[in-house]
């Protein structure tokens, strides 16, 4: 976050000769002065230099008002405020980061569903599925040059259900592990089209801490920890 300040305006006028009444009252100015903004600004050295350098250019025959050095206080110690908020700020970010890489160490060997419809068969593969109303799905399941591996017809109902590929094909042929995707078309009793959406389940392997956010592996994919649709307990 960008922090705009005005800085003090610094007169630029000569140093007329002071007197000895001047100099005391220029010099009590400057001590009354440096105490309030040690108070204020926490003994900022920069702010002191300019405050010094403001005291020595003024004009003791028409020293800078007691108010504008109040208001060039109040302004600095906003400025301060602003900055330690700013380091607030990061503190908060880091723990936050903190926080989500613990979170996704906890998915380690769950099972977990996804949005997706494509996923890793090797010896069995996952899908759930939503369909608002009762209906008739046809599944269909292609392999990634796009060969149909297996279809099949089923009477669903309205709500989530979940499909298990064992990996064979309609002739019995066991197909081979990849990559395989699913889509599902239904109606219902009126044969009206009805939209059916699809996820992905597997086993979170491993989980990339040194992305951010951190990233969950499953079948050979990241998903970071909000694409998470629901957690299935293991049997």
Known sequence: M??????????????????????????????????TAAGLANNFQTFLTLLTTQLQNQ??????????????LVQFA?????????????????????????????????????????????GSATWNFNAP??????????????QTAYTGSYAVTAGNASF???GKGNDGTQWPAGDY???????????NDVAVSTEIQGVVDSVDLTASPAL??????NYTVDQIKRVVRSN
């Open 78 to 122: 906003q400025v301060e405020q602003q900055l330690k908020m700013n380091d607030q700020m990061s503190s908060l970010v880091t723990l936050q980061k903190t926080a989500q890489s613990t979170q996704a160490l906890s998915f380690v060997g769950q099972t977990i569903g996804v949005d997706g419809s494509t996923a890793a068969f090797n």
């Open 133 to 146: 109303a009762n209906s008739t799905a046809t599944i269909s399941i292609t392999n990634s040059a796009g």
């Open 216 to 221: 969950l592996s499953m079948g050979g994919k």
């Open 181 to 191: 995707k699913m889509t599902v078309t239904a109606k219902d009793a009126s044969g």
């Open 2 to 35: 960008a922090v705009d300040a005005t800085s003090p305006i610094i007169p630029t006028s000569a140093p007329a000769s002071s007197s000895g009444s001047s100099s005391s009252s220029s010099n009590s100015s400057s001590s009354s002065t440096g105490t």
């Open 164 to 166: 298990v590929w064992d």
């Open 59 to 72: 004009n003791p025959l028409d020293p800078l008002d007691t108010n504008q050095f109040t208001a060039q």
